[in-house]
């Protein structure tokens, strides 16, 4: 407070010997610049929210409010597109469905990511950089190329409709991108920290599991985030592989378009719950982002 | 001696317990008899009270469900459909009744009509069974046809279905058989849900003094139902652009559609072409010309789309067709309809500020019927009604007059035998006289004319704005999907709303539009007859001609008509309705 103080007053010192303003206007003037950015954060904020402020609007209104006139704020509030939802075990089991092969995508690719990437990260063999390139490259691929064979070789072998074939498929996505990312993280971590650990007697897994690991926590953390988001908004490969058992929730969503109109209100309510995984999920990995975005290479 | 008496012994032990057995047998049996029986009068009374039938035929129509369903007891089987009101009653109500019924779990699927197809290519191409039965518009009843691997219904029903076929099925009882059936006359796809396309406008503007006379000032005749579609532009441009406002609302004479988007196909495709008449005279399928303007030969082969080939595509008439519905979705229609989908348009009469609409479908009947919206009276009866579209200068008697969505049980031979049985079951436990009335109450979509002709439908009939008399009439069998002509409905479709959707935004005029898409159609049936795909009808593409050839012969492709815009004419709703009774009434 002081410090402030004594600076608010050297400024004022300045200000009367080159500034023709008065101290007292610029005081008015730095509160204005202080509203001004206020304002402008403000109005930011409120266009970054709106659409999802939007949803949730339309969500909690029936379908003749929504295609009525346009308003602010539910005028008849309703629940019904949330209890349609909850109650339907067709429409809630999506939900869980993509929850589950999501998870069980995230388990596979980053137990096979881990071991991968410590080794692009640590060995040298031949061809290392171009198979580390090529995994890259899989990713360039359009899903979509990929619909027919996939579709035949999880029917032959009995997979089709499953949850795990949904969640092998995506791992040909998810896995290089895990690595790729992974890779980076580790190879900011010093050789020399594996030596001394094995100078100190920990076994090769003790030492990944209790020494190596935290150290790249934040790069595992933004990895899964990734994953996350590929396998929980990916659709074309998801819808293929399965039918009934299986089907994702962007699957049951397109249900809501019919020929006789759009239900609005269910589909606001279904959009609604699909964003709240992703904010879960961001949630628990926030402290994570930044450094997960330079990817490891500080 | 003991040895003997051993033996009578174990006889008698014998026949004991086989006389016990089958005393017990048929106690289990009929103990299992009196359960079934029991669950379906509980089905009855719980979900199925309006029906043609019965309580006691009703009953008995379930116990033959259960009875014919016994080998498939306990097996899962899945079926799908597209969401309508009346397939998600398919699904909540009937799948549970079913297989509570039959002992079968079955779950009745709901997706998208786009999701339906894809899954639908992807079972009949890569030969795999991923449902056990769809509801697939007839609309692909071309592509069924000439595939070879969907179930030929007539022959299954009178081969490994004979003891799986309803005895009361009464098939003759359809209204909407004709649209399954191949050009050989067997079925392919049994109907479950249909609706069509209409005319709709505002009976109660239309019946206003004021207006009246406003209109006959400006136009010389009397404000009615268009039965042209002079009168149709006269109309929309007089509330539009003469009457502009109603009770303080801005009103608009028109309501259409133009976003690129596939349901932008669907207009054209469906029937605005040949509402126009680019087609042939003949229901369902123009012959030789039809609704999509292909044309095909006596064997029913695909020769050609373009004016070149004989085809009808980007003849004068769809020219016609397609430069009204630019013209009039620009001026007449409100602004923000150019960037709308079907889905967002459709609703929009009901908001009350459209005068009315050429094209309009009566799956929108229920949502238009409720007492909230803006266009029904206090007591929750329409303000509008519904009467056949106006047909374009070059219409001809015989032509079909607008579209009709038969959604329809179809199944593939890649469904092991079994699992296709027992989705037949179901298929006709949705379609019985038992449940059928009860679901045309729930979704108006009715495909027997028994349920048309109930006393049920009778008391509905002044909610639902003439949906009930254009059933009745026998001229509704003029309103036809999609017919045999086109090989390929899925593959064929998107080139519809790619290639429209310039001429709908004024990038490209109508007849540039058209040329291509009659190009792209005839490429891609050629491309599709090299590939060998087809199992029967394949397309044979004549030699491309100059246009003036065809021009000159009878019939499709038409030559331009010299006034295109003859004088608009209308008549009173309900002279309109009278004359459209004394059609005769259908058979009940």
């Known amino acids: 407070m002081s410090y402030q103080l004594e600076n608010t007053q050297r400024g004022e010192k300045y200000n009367t010997i080159f500034s023709k303003v008065s101290p007292a206007k610029r005081r008015n003037r730095t509160a204005r610049a202080h509203w001004r950015s206020r304002l402008l954060l403000g109005l930011y904020l409120a266009l970054m929210i709106l659409p999802i402020y939007w949803l949730i609007n339309m969500s909690l209104q029936t379908n003749s409010e929504i295609l009525g006139s346009m308003t602010l704020w539910p005028q008849n509030l309703t629940f019904d597109n949330y209890i349609g939802i909850f109650t339907d075990s067709s429409w809630y089991m999506g939900y869980v469905n993509s929850m589950l092969y999501v998870a069980m995508n995230m388990l596979i690719t980053i137990s096979v990511a881990l071991p991968a990437a410590y080794a692009f990260s640590r060995y040298t063999f031949i061809g290392d950089k171009h198979l580390f390139f090529w995994l890259l490259t899989n990713l360039m691929a359009p899903p979509a190329v990929f619909l027919l064979p996939y579709f035949q070789l999880y029917y032959s072998v009995g997979l089709f409709d499953t949850h795990i074939a949904v969640a092998l498929a995506h791992c040909l996505f998810n896995i290089p991108l895990a690595i790729w990312i992974l890779e980076g993280f580790m190879s900011s971590v010093p050789k020399e920290i594996d030596e001394t650990a094995y100078i100190d007697g920990y076994s090769f897994p003790r030492f990944f599991v209790k020494i190596f690991i935290p150290m790249i926590r934040s790069g595992i953390g933004v990895t899964l985030f990734f994953l996350f988001m590929f396998s929980w908004v990916e659709l074309l490969l998801a819808r293929t592989l399965t039918a009934t058992d299986a089907q994702p929730i962007g699957m049951i969503m397109t249900r809501t378009s019919t020929a006789s109109g759009i239900d609005w209100g269910t589909l606001a309510a279904a959009g609604v719950l699909t964003i709240i995984p992703g904010i879960l999920v961001v949630y628990f990995v926030r402290n994570h982002i930044a450094k997960g975005f330079a990817l490891g290479r500080t | 001696m003991q040895k003997h008496y051993n033996k009578s012994r174990l006889t008698k032990f014998k026949l004991t317990t086989l006389a016990a057995g089958l005393l017990l047998a048929s106690g289990t049996l009929s103990a299992q008899e009196e359960d079934t029986r029991a669950i379906a009068e509980r089905l009855v009374d719980e979900h199925f009270q309006n029906s043609t039938l019965s309580r006691e035929e009703q009953i008995e129509e379930l116990m033959w469900f259960a009875k014919a369903a016994e080998p498939f007891r306990g097996m899962d089987i899945q079926t799908v459909a597209e969401g309508l009101t009346t397939h998600v009653y398919e699904s909540e109500v009937l799948a549970e009744a079913f297989s509570e019924l039959t002992g079968i779990n079955l779950t009745h699927n709901i997706i998208g009509e786009g999701d339906v197809v894809d899954t639908m290519q992807n079972q009949m191409q890569s030969g795999n069974s991923i449902y056990d039965g769809f509801v697939n518009d007839t609309d692909s009843i071309g592509t069924h046809i000439r595939y070879g691997t969907t179930i030929n219904l007539t022959e299954a029903m009178e081969n490994e279905w004979a003891d799986y076929t309803l005895p009361t099925l009464d098939l003759d009882d359809f209204i909407g058989l004709q649209y399954g059936t191949g050009p050989d006359g067997s079925l392919y796809q049994l109907p479950t ?264 439908m009778t008391e509905m009939a002044p909610k639902l704005g003439g949906l009930v008399e254009f059933y009745r009439s026998p001229n509704e069998s003029n309103w036809t999907p999609t017919g045999t002509n086109v090989p390929d409905y899925p593959r064929m479709a998107p080139l519809w709303w790619q290639n429209l959707a310039p001429v709908m935004s004024g990038e490209v005029t109508p007849q540039e539009g058209l040329d291509k898409l009659a190009a792209d159609m005839d490429s891609t049936m050629n491309r599709l007859a090299r590939a060998n795909v087809f199992d029967s009808y394949a397309p044979v593409l004549n030699e491309e001609q100059d246009p003036q050839f065809w021009l000159d012969q009878e019939g499709a492709p038409k030559a331009k008509l010299d006034n295109e815009m003859p004088q608009g004419t209308t008549v009173p709703y309900d002279e309109m309705m009278e004359a459209w009774m004394a059609a005769g009434t259908r058979q009940e």
Request: charged residues 20%; negative net charge.
């Open chain 2, 193 to 456: 849900q249909q609706f069509a396309n209409l005319y709709w406008f505002r009976h109660d503007w239309f019946q206003r003094e004021d207006l009246q006379e406003q209109f006959r000032e400006i136009y010389g005749y009397d404000l009615g139902v268009p039965t042209n579609w002079t009168a149709y532009q006269d109309i929309a441009e007089f509330f539009s652009e003469h009457v502009g406002e109603i009770d303080g609302t801005k009103v608009y004479g028109h309501m259409d559609y133009g976003r690129r988007d596939p349901s932008l196909g669907w207009r054209f495709h469906d029937s605005w072409l040949s509402m126009a008449g680019m087609g042939s005279p003949g229901v369902p399928s123009g012959n030789p010309v039809d609704d999509w303007g292909i044309r095909v030969n006596e064997d029913s082969q695909p020769v050609g789309a373009s004016v070149s080939r004989g085809g009808a595509t980007n003849s004068p008439a769809s020219v016609f067709a397609m430069q009204k519905a630019v013209d009039w979705l620009r001026d007449f229609a409100p602004p923000e309809a150019q960037g709308m989908t079907f889905g967002e348009a459709g609703p929009v009469p009901a908001q009350g500020h459209i005068a009315q609409q050429i094209f309009w479908y009566t799956a929108f009947t229920a949502d238009m019927t409720d007492p909230a919206v803006a266009v029904t009276d206090d007591e929750g009866n329409p303000l509008w009604r519904m009467a056949p579209s106006p047909t374009g200068p070059y219409w001809e008697e015989g032509m079909k007059v607008g579209y009709q969505d038969v959604g329809a049980w179809t199944f593939f031979d890649s469904t092991p035998e079994d699992r296709r049985t027992a989705a037949w079951l179901f298929g006709q436990f949705t379609v019985s006289k038992t449940v059928s009335l009860e679901k045309l109450m729930h979704g108006l979509t009715p495909i027997r004319e028994s349920d048309i002709f109930s006393e049920q």
